[in-house]
């Protein structure tokens, strides 16, 4: 079960104590969807969407929405996504675009973790005691390498959560095409998906296919030479029923 908890300091609402609320929510499957798609906007290359959680957290005086005066230090416990390297997760942040402030669209946004705010103050030559002037975020990792607990200081109503950057791992996949056997190799970070959710077919040429490769290759035949002889196989990569491409250069073996 997923908690979320919220550290409202004083002076965060003019108002009681008994006056302010807190509402958080997942999301419904149509906010999820457009959220996976905003964050794999920043996904760096050779990378793809891992574990995530996402809550909507609105904050209320008197049933009114508002947004605090100062940061509050909002905490997901229970989430149980799987981490193993906080430098692989992201803590962010849902923004609305708001040309005023300079977004023209929709974004998703990294709150910095502590450690990587420190280090790099660090390597500038920078006060460190002034990273507290910033919106922070810090992950605690169980002996598992699951999430135990994060934490983030926030200043409005949104969409706060986290997700994991995973890179694919190196994979060999191997096929029948007649009596031939066929071996694909992909490096790491060939997929924007796990490895081990893709498979390979293969099979021989059809008579058409065939056709259309002889052309080919007495159009890329040097002159006075033809091509005697060549195998050629139809191979196939699939990830959830569909044909995917590996983002990587692949090395096949028959």
């Known amino acids: 079960i997923s908690a979320v908890t919220a550290d409202i300091q004083e002076g965060s609402f003019e108002a009681d104590a008994s006056a302010i609320s807190m ?3 997942t999301l419904t499957a149509e906010e999820d969807a457009y959220m ?3 964050i794999k906007e920043n996904l760096p290359e050779d990378t793809y969407l891992g574990d995530y959680v996402l ?3 609105v904050f209320k005086v008197n049933g009114e929405l508002t947004d605090p005066k100062k940061e509050i230090k909002l905490t997901y416990e229970g989430t149980g996504i799987d981490v193993q390297d906080v430098q692989d997760a992201v803590v962010c942040q849902y923004n609305v675009a708001d040309s005023q402030q300079g977004r023209e669209k929709d ?3 990294e709150i ?3 450690e990587d705010m420190l280090r790099t103050m660090e390597e500038n030559g920078e006060d460190t005691s002034l990273a507290e002037e910033h919106d922070l975020s810090q992950i605690f990792l169980r002996e598992d390498g699951a999430v135990d607990k994060i934490q983030m200081e926030v200043r409005k109503s949104s969409i706060f959560g986290c997700y ?3 890179t694919s791992e190196a994979a060999d996949f191997t096929g029948q095409a ?3 056997e066929i071996t694909v190799h992909v490096p790491e970070g060939a997929f924007d998906t796990d490895a081990a959710n893709v498979t390979m077919t293969a099979k021989e040429m059809t ?3 065939i056709t259309f490769v002889n052309e080919q290759l007495k159009g890329q035949a040097p002159d006075g030479q033809e091509v005697q002889e060549y195998a050629a196989y139809e191979i196939q990569l699939w990830a959830d029923g569909q044909e995917i491409q590996p983002q990587k250069a692949a090395t096949v073996t028959v």
């Open 23 to 25: 509402e958080a929510d």
């Open 178 to 180: 007649g009596n031939t």
């Open 55 to 57: 809550y909507d957290v």
């Open 164 to 166: 994991v950057e995973k």
């Open 107 to 109: 974004s998703v946004t």
């Open 207 to 209: 008579e058409e296919e």
């Open 112 to 114: 910095i973790q502590r």
């Open 36 to 38: 996976q798609g905003l």
